[in-house]
C-alpha cells in the first residue's frame, strides 16, 4: 500500500497544478469589475481656462493604468511618465486620482516636477469615464511656477 501511495504521489501533484492552472485561466474569462476603475484607459485631455471652463490648446491623448490596491501609471504627448494614487470616492462611480512627473526642459535638463489631480466618474456601463481637475508645475526648489485645469474622456482599453 505505501509503495501504490508513493507511485501516486507525482501524478496527484500534476493533476493538482493543472487544477489549479484551469481554476486561474477560467477566473480570466472576460470577468471584470464594471464598477471599478482598474485597468488600462485610452484618454483625451482638454486644457481649459480655470475661471471660465473655456477649452484652450489643442487636447492631446493619454493612457493611464489603474492597478489594484490604489496605485497608477501613466503617460501622454504632454508629460513623460506619470506615477500616482487613485482612490474610490463616495457616490456611485466616483473615484480621484493624483500623479507625479518629471518635466524637463528642451536640452533634456530636469526643471522640476508636474502634479496631476482629477475627480473621476465612471459611466454606468463601467467603459468609459469623464474627469476634471488640474495640475501644478514646481520647479527644483519645490516652487510653484505654473498651474491650470483640464478635463478628460477616458475609453477602457481591452
Do not use: H
Not at 37 to 49: A, D, N, Q, S
Amino acid at each position: 500500500m505505501k509503495k501504490l501511495f508513493q507511485s501516486m504521489m507525482p501524478l496527484t501533484a500534476v493533476l493538482g497544478l493543472i487544477i489549479c492552472a484551469q481554476l486561474s485561466v477560467s477566473g480570466q474569462d472576460g470577468i471584470r469589475n464594471l464598477s471599478s476603475l482598474e485597468g488600462v484607459w485610452k484618454t483625451v485631455v482638454t486644457p481649459r481656462i480655470c475661471a471660465t471652463g473655456t477649452p484652450v490648446g489643442p487636447t492631446f491623448p493619454g493612457i493611464l493604468m489603474f492597478i489594484d490596491g490604489g496605485t497608477m501609471t501613466g503617460t501622454s504627448t504632454a508629460v513623460t511618465s506619470v506615477y500616482g494614487t487613485w482612490t474610490r470616492e463616495p457616490g456611485l462611480r466616483r473615484y480621484s486620482f493624483a500623479t507625479l512627473s518629471f518635466r524637463y526642459d528642451a536640452s533634456g535638463n530636469l526643471i522640476g516636477t508636474r502634479r496631476i489631480f482629477q475627480d473621476v466618474t465612471l459611466d454606468d456601463d463601467g467603459d468609459s469615464f469623464v474627469s476634471s481637475g488640474g495640475f501644478q508645475d514646481r520647479d527644483n526648489a519645490g516652487q510653484l511656477t505654473m498651474s491650470g485645469c483640464s478635463t478628460s474622456t477616458g475609453e477602457r482599453f481591452e
